[in-house]
């Protein structure tokens, strides 16, 4: 079993930068892939970016390509979210989740295992 805890939120303005954390308790974090979804207001959960703990190889979103990187600390168990130049777009609740498997796959909710609680991002115009 998998527990995640997703931290980092907060209020920024439009162009800033926020850089969310996961935390995660798994015996075998390394077997594990990590991933970062995000949910809007009347909208459904949407995947944006994912990590593999065992080889580091790394996927996203178009929505968030350039701007956002993802990266994960395997000795602290704590993946990374790193958002630069944010937008008001942006603003949703971000969720990190675990699936079982050494490579990203799949791009919906369905594909991973163990979610942690969201936290708040909210960007200003």
């Known amino acids: 079993e998998v527990q995640l805890q997703a931290s980092g939120g907060g209020t920024v303005q439009a162009g800033g930068s926020l850089r969310l954390s996961c935390a995660a308790s798994?015996?075998?974090?390394?077997?594990?892939?990590i991933g970062w979804f995000r949910q809007a207001p009347g909208k459904e959960r949407e995947w944006i970016s994912c990590?593999?703990?065992?080889?580091?190889?790394?996927e996203y979103a178009d929505s968030v390509k350039g701007r956002f990187t993802i990266s994960s600390d395997n000795a602290r168990k704590t993946v990374f979210l790193q958002m630069n130049n944010l937008k008001t777009e942006d603003t949703a609740n971000y969720y990190c989740?675990?699936?079982?498997?050494?490579?990203?796959?799949?791009?919906?909710?369905?594909?991973?295992?163990?979610w942690g609680q969201g936290t708040l991002v909210t960007v200003s115009s």
């Open positions: 989740a675990a699936q079982w498997g050494w490579y990203c796959q799949g791009y919906n909710t369905g594909s991973y295992d163990y």
């Open positions: 990590i593999s703990n065992h080889d580091g190889s790394k």
């Open positions: 798994a015996s075998s974090y390394e077997d594990y892939s």
